[in-house]
């Protein structure tokens, strides 16, 4: 399911400074005009009503060619919205790495979301009892920057008792591990394999974990643009 079929239809228009952007934040570029392909790129920093500084997009190792007044359509997470605006390079530069400025926007659209971002994806894991501290194996199915579904032949756990999700993502071309507490919020029905799936909630998410789960699930969006 794509990010404009997650979004709801209610928007606002907001201050970008009040979007408390991160440093880090993973961020979708998108080239403007009809069906245009979408990149993966990292928020590096920014002047207020200068300019926003950001990665050179690539693809694999190959730097995505952009020139001075290309536009793009930025998307990035905010909480419980994703906050959107059009921006224009301003400047390209290849050192000490390759970055661009994007023009500062005015004012960008915020999109409440009935929920957060949500994908579909196989990543094996293994879950940590907070009281036992038995380690169980599992896998999620659906991921989210706030959550995840997990399902298991083996039980993990009772609604509300604190988990720990052992996983790894890759991140930037590179397999990362990564330890997220969680809350376990709901326990399903067993499916006809027994096994049982599990809604979770993450809890007092690193900024690490926090722009890991950033980039991992806007670079799925991306790669199923493809598709």
Request: aromatic share 8%; proline share 3%; with cysteine.
């Amino acid at each position: 399911m794509s990010d404009k079929q997650q979004t709801s239809k209610f928007d606002t228009s907001e201050d970008f400074l009040s979007m408390a952007a991160n440093i880090g934040d993973a961020l979708q570029l998108q080239v403007q005009g009809a069906n245009g392909q979408r990149y993966l790129s990292k928020l590096i920093g920014y002047l207020n009503k200068r300019s926003i500084t950001v990665t050179q997009p690539s693809v694999g190792d190959r730097l995505v060619e952009v020139a001075n007044g290309d536009q793009f359509f930025v998307r990035g997470f905010a909480g419980a919205k994703t906050y959107e605006y059009t921006a224009t390079v301003l400047a390209v530069a290849s050192q000490p790495y390759p970055h661009m400025h994007l023009s500062f926007p005015d004012k960008v659209s915020t999109l409440q979301m009935r929920g957060a971002i949500r994908i579909k994806t196989k990543l094996p894991c293994f879950i940590v009892a907070a009281v036992s501290g038995l380690k169980m194996p599992a896998a999620i199915n659906d991921l989210s920057t706030s959550g995840a579904s997990i399902i298991s032949n083996v039980k993990l756990g009772e609604r509300g008792e604190a988990i720990q999700i052992n996983v790894n993502m890759p991140v930037e071309g590179e397999e990362q591990a990564y330890a997220v507490s969680a809350i376990i919020r709901n326990v399903g029905a067993a499916n006809e394999d027994n096994s049982v799936t599990y809604g979770v909630e993450f809890v007092s998410t690193t900024n690490r974990i926090r722009i890991a789960l950033q980039t991992y699930v806007y670079s799925i969006l991306i790669a199923k643009q493809g598709e």
